[in-house]
């Protein structure tokens, strides 16, 4: 089969490697779309993977085509995603069913060989099944549209609360769409009128601009998720959000998190509640997601705003990092 195999950092390769065959209790699955996340930028460009190579990728979708021992065969055929995380199932969290907590996880992509490939032998616990109204390229939005999901169950959205939202990426206006679908009034924190018009014009967003020449919002949200995870947007959530009001941080941090002794008076004297989240609860959560993102996959079809046959390879990442126009998620496909 082909695959992008990450050989060392900024080499990654299109090129055959053995496919792989299901052992008992996994599946094959022929990937039909994968999703390039942010964190695939830093490996490919900076930070490299846990080991070369290593093929990369952990948002995908496909079609399976192959079942191991002790698999029905009746799932030959079936559309699929894969949750990407391989628990150890014996850690103090695993036991108690927090996989995405799991002390000693192995992680498709990353750890072991991901989706930037044509085919993926993975566990059939690690499946869940989709719709096939359900477009491939929609479907491989699953994985961040769990987190976003877990991120605005943890925050606990009652109707009518107000909510900022601090990053306009996939998984910021995810976040957006499933508080809004919970009956909150969302607005989106954004630096420049191009984001603010594309959330306006796409989904239907306020935006309120945070650029230096802006001006301060007229009221306080009860909620604010921070999707960006720069000192900058931390620091701005916690400016921004009403007395004993609610911080929920989703971003992964670009570096240290440093606070003016202001900002952390802040905390303390206006009890705000800052709750850190990690993933997503597996299988339920992918489970709700799925439903979710078959009644609304009109709506989220404008997410994936560039496709690249898998061929394209580090060009993908290339012409993506160079790229001066919106980026919202890019997509590898295989047809």
């Known amino acids: 089969m082909k695959a992008c195999v990450l050989e060392a950092i900024n080499k990654l390769e299109y090129k055959e490697v053995p ?4 052992a008992a209790g996994e599946v094959l699955i022929r990937i039909k779309a994968s999703g390039i996340c942010s964190s695939d930028f830093s490996r490919v460009f900076k930070t490299g993977t846990y080991h070369f190579p290593t093929i990369p990728g952990h948002e995908f979708a496909g079609e399976i085509v192959q079942v191991g021992e002790g698999v029905d065969a009746a799932l030959t055929g079936r559309r699929a995603v894969v949750f990407p995380l391989l628990p150890c199932n014996e850690c103090e969290q695993c036991k108690l069913g927090n996989y995405a907590l799991c002390s000693n996880y192995n992680y498709f992509g990353s750890r072991c060989d991901g989706g930037f490939a044509e085919y993926l032998a993975a566990p059939l616990w690690n499946i869940r099944l989709f ?9 491989a939005l699953t994985e961040p549209a769990a987190v976003a999901w877990h991120a605005v ?7 009518g609360e107000s909510v900022y939202i601090s990053g306009s990426g996939t998984i910021g206006i995810l976040c957006g769409i499933w508080a809004r679908k919970l009956g909150a009034n969302v607005s989106f924190m954004v630096r420049n009128e191009q984001k603010a018009q594309l959330l306006q014009q796409t989904w239907g967003f306020d935006a309120i601009r945070t650029d230096a020449d802006a001006k301060a919002p007229a009221s306080r949200p009860d909620l604010i998720l921070e999707c960006v995870g720069t000192p900058q947007s931390v620091q701005a959530a916690i400016d921004s959000v009403k007395t004993a009001g609610r911080i929920v941080l989703v971003g992964n941090p670009s570096g240290d998190i440093d606070l003016p002794k202001a900002l952390y008076w802040k905390i303390l004297r206006s009890e705000l509640s800052i709750q850190g989240i990690w993933n997503s609860v597996y299988p339920t959560e992918w489970e709700e997601v799925l439903e979710q993102i078959l009644q609304l996959k009109d709506e989220l079809k404008p997410l994936v705003t560039h496709q690249f046959p898998l061929s394209a390879g580090q060009s993908a990442f290339e012409e993506l990092r160079d790229s001066k126009g919106l980026i919202l998620k890019a997509i590898y496909t295989n047809e």
């Open 19 to 22: 496919t792989p065959s299901p």
């Open 153 to 159: 169950a943890k925050a606990g959205i009652q109707p």
């Open 131 to 139: 719709d096939d109204a359900i477009p491939y390229e929609v479907a």
